[in-house]
């Protein structure tokens, strides 16, 4: 290859290296979608919220790295991860629904803030039409992009927006 010419993404041994990474972080809770309280949030299961961003970053070229946990510190942990994978250049963006901690947390708030990551602040349910102590968010001052009340189907565009950060 020429000194001048680009490396195709999709392309060679290391492809799988050089395709752009969608990490989508949930929260507390969001493993019981599906089981409870589907006029709020739908019927599917976390399973298939999966299905649905792995889809829609094999349809807009990215690679979808999906998790969920019930522990602040693990978001935190997995933020300073991303942090280092977006240092690397392989991180398109992050999804993150973090939850009720969306509301409680300085230190989701600082971790954004400190790594600079790009975030997308995801709600399935449209949280300012809800109880008043849903309506603040200490992720939003430190988002990128927030995004609220599309039900799961949110998480697909998401992934799209996220998709154009990258290739932006
Ligand atoms: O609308 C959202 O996505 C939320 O982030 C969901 C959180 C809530 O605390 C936020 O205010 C808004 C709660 C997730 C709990 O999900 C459950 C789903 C089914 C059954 C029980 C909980």
Redesign the pocket.
Known sequence: MAATQKPKRGVGPSAELAVPVVLVLN????N??????PA??GSQTLADVQALCEQAARANGLQCDFRQTNHEGTLVDWLHEAGRLQAGGRLAGVIL????Y??TSVALHDAIKGTGVAVLE????N?HA?EAF?HHSYISPVARAVM?GFGVAGYALAVAAVAGWASA
């Open positions: 929260g507390p809770n969001l019981l979608l599906g089981t409870r309280e709020v949030y629904n973090a939850g009720a969306t509301h995801l709600h399935i349910s949280v809800r849903r609220a």
